[in-house]
């Protein structure tokens, strides 16, 4: 009987994750909060797009929280047509990590991060009244975003994973930051 050898008996040494990297902040001069999120989906990431993901919950709730009547939905609109709005409503997005090493989508699968320059965005946008930390794993830097002298808020994840929240309760807790600083309702300006 011809047995294995020890080597033929070990599991495959698994390649590690590839080094990715984030996508550029989405950022107007005039921008009043600043929502970070952790790192792009690989759905995002694949269409270089923020909140690509079809089960997210980010677009649909800027969606409701800016539908005036007789328009349509952010959400029916192409990405490239939701950035002017995003801009005249005063909201800028970016993710607090720069780049990282991770497998799949989740956030617990990141490693090897490294965060983006939120004091260099800031100063770029002097109008900037607050941060909005989209979920726990970007929330994790509240400590650096507070140390940048604005008031920041948690917000629930707008991710699929955070199944625990319905989107209505979701809506509520976006809807209370987003009014604080104007962005509900017709853009500013």
């Given at each position: 009987?011809?047995?294995?050898?020890?080597?033929?008996?070990?599991s495959?040494?698994?390649?590690?994750?590839?080094?990715?990297?984030?996508?550029?902040?989405?950022?107007?001069?005039?921008?009043?909060?600043?929502?970070?999120?952790?790192?792009?989906s690989?759905?995002?990431?694949?269409?270089?797009?923020?909140?690509?993901?079809?089960?997210?919950?980010?677009?649909?709730?800027?969606?409701?929280?800016?539908?005036?009547?007789?328009?349509?939905?952010?959400?029916?609109?192409?990405y490239?047509?939701?950035?002017?709005?995003?801009?005249?409503?005063?909201?800028?997005?970016?993710d607090?990590?720069?780049?990282?090493?991770?497998?799949?989508?989740?956030?617990?699968?990141?490693?090897?991060?490294?965060?983006?320059?939120?004091?260099?965005?800031?100063?770029?946008?002097?109008?900037?009244?607050a941060?909005?930390?989209?979920?726990?794993?970007?929330?994790?830097?509240?400590?650096?975003?507070?140390?940048?002298?604005?008031?920041?808020f948690?917000?629930?994840?707008?991710?699929?994973?955070?199944?625990?929240?319905s989107?209505?309760?979701?809506?509520?807790?976006?809807?209370?930051?987003?009014?604080?600083?104007?962005?509900?309702?017709?853009?500013?300006?």
């Amino acid at each position: 009987m011809v047995r294995p050898s020890s080597s033929a008996l070990r599991s495959p040494t698994p390649a590690p994750a590839a080094r990715l990297t984030g996508l550029a902040p989405v950022a107007a001069s005039g921008a009043r909060l600043l929502v970070l999120g952790s790192f792009p989906s690989v759905a995002s990431l694949q269409a270089q797009q923020y909140y690509a993901h079809p089960r997210n919950h980010f677009w649909p709730i800027v969606s409701a929280l800016w539908k005036l009547e007789g328009e349509q939905a952010l959400t029916a609109l192409p990405y490239a047509e939701r950035l002017p709005i995003v801009h005249a409503h005063g909201l800028a997005i970016w993710d607090v990590y720069a780049g990282c090493e991770r497998e799949g989508s989740l956030d617990s699968a990141i490693e090897r991060a490294e965060l983006n320059d939120l004091a260099g965005l800031i100063q770029r946008i002097p109008s900037l009244q607050a941060i909005a930390h989209n979920g726990g794993e970007s929330a994790r830097h509240m400590k650096v975003t507070q140390a940048l002298g604005l008031p920041v808020f948690k917000l629930p994840s707008t991710s699929p994973a955070n199944a625990s929240w319905s989107f209505e309760r979701k809506l509520v807790a976006w809807r209370e930051v987003f009014a604080r600083f104007g962005l509900t309702g017709t853009p500013a300006g």
